[in-house]
């Protein structure tokens, strides 16, 4: 049968989940105010209810909701899906899960944090309250400790995402902390990770903590700027 050239065709249609539907509306009306931080939504039975799916559907969109930190899941008598407000460490999975996901490499993820950490730098000079540095200082001190290979990774995450944090601005801080897992982990490698490579970043960082304690931004941005660059080169031969 010949088909009609000026019949008009249709695309396949691509029909969201039910669950990504409801995860999605759930979510608008968190944003909204509808459901406060630290209310309950409604139990899971009453949401079947209400909008006529199943219990396996309804599980799924509060557990994508979960993931995405909207609601935290509480079990017991009092327990079910109380509403959270999305913080840095969101921001940060969702980053670390784009970086897995996709593939990212090495090079491009230290051309990124060399771009992004001397402005957090100078933001967190400007913005630095007491609590942030006794951040930075508990984690200079932890980087100096005699520890394992894995004490002065966790130690330099530390750092780095006390900086971000220090910075006022929780979108820099998750991207920071997500650079800055992947980064280490690569890292692990003790033929890198030596004595000398330890005492130039413990250097490196109380420089850089030194500006900041200062309120001295022009100083945090080149100080973490050579640091940053450094310790990419280092890493990349």
């Known amino acids: 049968m010949a ?4 019949r008009p065709v249709l695309s396949p249609m691509h029909v969201p989940k039910a669950s990504d539907v409801l995860a999605e509306d759930l979510r608008e009306r968190i944003l909204r105010g509808d ?7 409604p139990t899971e039975r009453t949401l079947v209810t209400q909008t006529q799916l199943s219990r396996t559907s ?3 969109a509060l557990r994508i909701l979960e993931v995405q930190g ?3 899941i509480r079990s017991g008598r009092s327990g079910g899906a109380f509403v959270t407000s999305p913080g840095q460490d969101s921001v940060a999975n969702s ?3 784009l970086i897995r996901g996709r593939g990212i490499g090495m090079v491009r993820l230290l051309e990124t944090r060399a771009a992004m950490e001397p402005s957090c730098a100078e933001m967190a000079a400007r ?3 007491t609590a942030d540095l006794d951040a930075l200082e508990r984690a200079n001190d932890a980087l100096a400790a005699d520890g394992t290979l894995e004490d002065f990774l966790a130690a330099n995450i530390d750092w780095h995402v006390a900086v971000a944090s220090a910075s006022g601005s929780e979108i820099l801080g998750g991207f920071l902390q997500a650079l800055s897992r992947s980064v280490y982990v690569a890292a692990h490698n003790q ?3 030596d004595v000398a490579v330890r005492r130039i970043t ?3 960082h109380r420089r850089v903590t030194a500006a900041i304690r200062d309120q001295d931004p022009d100083a945090a941005r080149r100080r973490m700027g050579r640091h940053v660059h450094a310790y990419a080169e280092a890493m990349l031969s």
Do not use: I, K, Q, Y
Not at 3 to 6: A, E, K, Q, R, Y
Not at 35 to 41: E, I, N, W, Y
């Open 3 to 6: 088909v009609d050239p000026l």
């Open 35 to 41: 459901f406060p931080v630290d209310t309950a939504l």
């Open 58 to 60: 309804v599980h799924e």
């Open 70 to 72: 909207f609601v935290e």
């Open 95 to 97: 980053v670390s899960l």
């Open 127 to 129: 913005h630095r309250s």
């Open 191 to 193: 033929g890198f990770v």
């Open 202 to 204: 413990e250097l490196a």
